[in-house]
């Protein structure tokens, strides 16, 4: 049988990796990579420290700034590559604009489509994430939910079929690299990631952010996204001013969750590292008003903050051992994917044979 699987921004080339093995021996397996993130140490860094192949088609859609005309491009590229391949499903993951365009790419030329990381709500349809996933959701055949809160969106929505919840695919891939992080510094120190547009988008809100940062009483340990550099370098602002603060660029996977582990506490606004910091038994601040990840605020191992960052520092430093679950799976989610779809292409193929 045959796969075509859609990648596109960083998140995604993490999440694909322990499935693009899996599938090696059972598909005819082909990548698209939709070029929504293409510079190197957002793209390239990841394909080589996962040893996946390289994507079979690459697009280039060139730096169409925005949501729509980004998604019509890569949907109409899409569509010609599936025409040609004409694959027996689809797989997407997560809610990028790839995720969404892929999805409906396969959806108009009626080819099942499996998604990978279904069932997360924000609900906040202000997020383009949101409407991404909500739409991906209602078009998927397949969908692996992670957590029962995203079976449960899913139920309430009235989507109850193909639903299945198998583990996460962070967790298999954070399990290939667990062997290789190190320490990458000698003090103690904070991690932080952020790159939300109601954090970054606006020069008061991050020039704000940042100040509390560098406020805090350990180091700051943040690579910079390339949203975030790009906002920085337009509003002049300057990093030296920020001395409690290590800017550094993106850094690779190895890297990344290196520092994570090793880090005192977490602060972020990305979805991955909330759940990356929670499986490395990490605690973590999310700079939002909501999470699609509910089931890491239990017992405060993650904690939404968005108004009163001034709260941050006494947080950090009253910090109390939490008590942190089983919640994603043993690291084997890839492989339980990999078979479902299999027997569902099966079914599909002797439906239509009949
Ligand atoms: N990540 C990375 N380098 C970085 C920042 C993040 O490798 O400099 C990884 C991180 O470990 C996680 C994923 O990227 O696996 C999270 O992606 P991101 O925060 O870009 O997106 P989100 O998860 O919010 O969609």
Not at 5 to 11: F, N
Not at 137 to 160: M, R, V, Y
Not at 290 to 306: A, H
Request: proline letters at 5%; aromatic letters at 8%.
């Amino acid at each position: 049988p045959k796969i075509v699987s859609i990648i596109g921004a960083r998140p995604q080339f993490i999440k694909h990796s322990p499935v693009a093995l899996a599938l090696q021996s059972k598909f005819d397996s082909i990548t698209i990579h939709t070029g929504q993130h293409f510079d190197q140490n957002m793209s390239q860094v990841f394909f080589e420290e996962l040893k996946m192949p390289k994507p079979t088609y690459m697009l280039n859609i060139g730096k169409a700034s925005q949501h729509g005309a980004q998604t019509a491009i890569m949907l109409q590229e899409i569509e010609n590559i599936l025409i040609r391949e004409s694959p027996d499903v689809v797989l997407v993951y997560g809610d990028t604009n790839s995720t969404l365009a892929g999805a409906l790419a396969a959806a108009k030329l009626n080819i099942p489509i499996v998604h990978i990381e279904a069932g997360l709500r924000s609900f906040n349809r202000e997020m383009p994430e949101e409407v991404n996933r909500v739409l991906t959701d209602h078009l998927s055949k397949l969908l692996f939910a992670p957590t029962s809160s995203a079976i449960a969106n899913l139920a309430n929505e009235g989507i109850k079929e193909g639903v299945y919840r198998v583990g996460d695919v962070m967790c298999d891939s954070l399990n290939l690299m667990k062997p290789f992080l190190e320490k990458k510094l000698n003090e103690s120190y904070y991690f932080v990631t952020l790159h939300r547009p109601y954090n970054t988008d606006e020069k008061d809100r991050l020039v704000y952010i940042l100040g509390i940062l560098n406020g805090l009483s350990k180091k700051v340990v943040f690579p910079i996204h390339p949203r975030t550099q790009n906002n920085l370098k337009k509003w002049m602002i300057d990093l030296d001013t920020f001395d409690n603060i290590i800017f550094i660029p993106p850094v690779g996977y190895e890297a990344c969750l290196s520092y994570q582990t090793f880090a005192d506490y977490i602060i972020t606004d990305s979805g991955g590292i909330q759940k990356e910091a929670y499986m490395l038994k990490k605690p973590c601040i999310t700079i939002r008003k909501e999470t699609e990840w509910v089931e890491t605020l239990d017992g405060g191992c993650n904690m939404l903050v968005f108004e009163e960052l001034e709260s941050l520092r006494s947080i950090l430093e009253n910090d109390e051992a939490k008590e942190f679950k089983d919640l994603y799976g043993d690291g084997h989610a890839a492989e339980a994917i990999v078979a479902i779809i299999e027997e569902f292409v099966i079914g599909e193929k002797a439906l239509a044979k009949a």
